[in-house]
């Protein structure tokens, strides 16, 4: 997770205010709520203000199962830096 942090911000350093970032993950161990954390840090350690405008996932021909929740693969957020 600490390498996500680190790739989202850098991101962040390269996006101007008012720009969109938009941030994957394709592993079934990093849940929504992990990258999303990352995202939080990283917006703490570049001293930016961001919002997400869109929380993203795989298409539905890749249907997730309630019972595996590692279906949910790839997630992603949509992150505008005001």
């Known amino acids: 997770l ?7 911000l850098n991101g962040l350093k390269l ?7 938009s941030i994957y993950s394709c592993s ?3 849940t929504s709520a992990d990258l999303r954390m990352a995202l939080a840090f990283a917006v703490k350690d570049a001293g ?3 919002i997400i405008v869109n929380q993203l996932h795989q298409s539905p021909c890749h249907p ?3 019972a595996v929740p590692e279906t949910e693969y ?9």
């Open 15 to 21: 996006t101007k205010k008012g720009g969109f970032l």
């Open 48 to 50: 930016v203000k961001a």
């Open 74 to 82: 790839l997630k992603g957020f949509l992150v505008r830096v005001i």
């Open 2 to 8: 600490k390498a996500y942090k680190d790739i989202i």
């Open 64 to 66: 997730i199962s309630v």
């Open 28 to 30: 079934g161990a990093v």
